[in-house]
DNA sequence: TTCTCTGCAAACGCTTTGCACGGAT
DNA sequence: ATCCGTGCAAAGCGTTTGCAGAGAA
């Protein structure tokens, strides 16, 4: 398991081997997307990275993400209407968001339809499944 | 099948029974709903219903639409990030959005978890699946 | 009169765009 | 010298908020 802490030299050359030039702002960004598990929006990855990177700016966030997404090594997660997640998981899986505590697990499970086949006529390219409710971590916590 | 096409009647004495004062913009905003099969945005319901009632304004549609969140009459649907679309149907079900005309219809397929158990320790209050693709209407049209 | 609903206008917050500076080759 | 990445500032767009006028009871 320890795909779960890549260190700067394997995400350089998964950029490289993905055709991105590894930039400092690149490196940095998809190294924490690959090390939490948090699903971050835009302002947490800011707020994470601006510590180290003073002068990181948002827009620049926004450049990489696009340009990850473009080229596949991750993919926006839309579950609240008005803030993206970032996910570099690409293996098929659901999450969940707790409503109390705002943070949003993978939960490994994965059913039919398959991308490829097609349901009642319609061919299937993407499929998103996203639970709400109360964390493990929540449960029993008053409101 | 023929709650499908509800008549001003029937739609008052719902919102009646909800306890919704049912005004003639909440009247015609709910009919619409109920009626089409399309999972209109905003802006869908506003241009629609503006050749009906030119006075009316997108704030009374955000408005009528939230307090019909508020009351559980519809649900709002988050497939694309900016843009919130409502759906009246209340069994579980799932949506299926084409990326090439841009329709959502709905599917009506539904799996495990079920609302009010738990998934590896987290209770669950609302699932949501939607799946992306060309539907069966654009299957073989040119892009 | 009192309370609620409506709708204009302005504010808001996230994201995108325009553009110029700077670093790398 | 050229190209590409960065980041400031402004624009864009869907949604919410403030508030005043209209309508119902």
Redesign the pocket.
């Known amino acids: 398991m320890d795909e779960q802490n890549s260190t700067l030299g394997d995400v350089k050359d998964y950029l490289l081997q993905k055709k991105?030039?590894p930039?400092?702002?690149?490196l940095k960004?998809l190294e924490y997307l690959m090390n939490s598990q948090s699903h971050p929006?835009?302002?947490i990855i800011y707020r994470t990275l601006f510590e180290e990177?003073p002068?990181?700016?948002?827009?620049?966030?926004?450049?990489?993400?696009?340009?990850f997404i473009e080229k596949g090594l991750i993919t926006?997660l839309t579950i609240e209407?008005?803030?993206?997640?970032y996910d570099a998981n690409t293996a098929p899986h659901a999450h969940f968001k707790c409503t109390m505590c705002g943070k949003v697990f993978d939960i490994p499970i994965d059913f039919p339809p398959q991308v490829g086949t097609t349901v009642y006529g319609h061919i299937v390219k993407e499929k998103h499944f996203y639970m709400k409710g109360i964390c493990k971590d929540c449960t029993g916590r008053p409101a």
């Open positions: 991105i030039n930039s400092y702002q690149r960004i929006t835009v302002d990177i002068t990181l700016s948002k827009t620049t966030i926004y450049n990489t993400l696009n340009l926006g209407e008005n803030e993206v997640r």
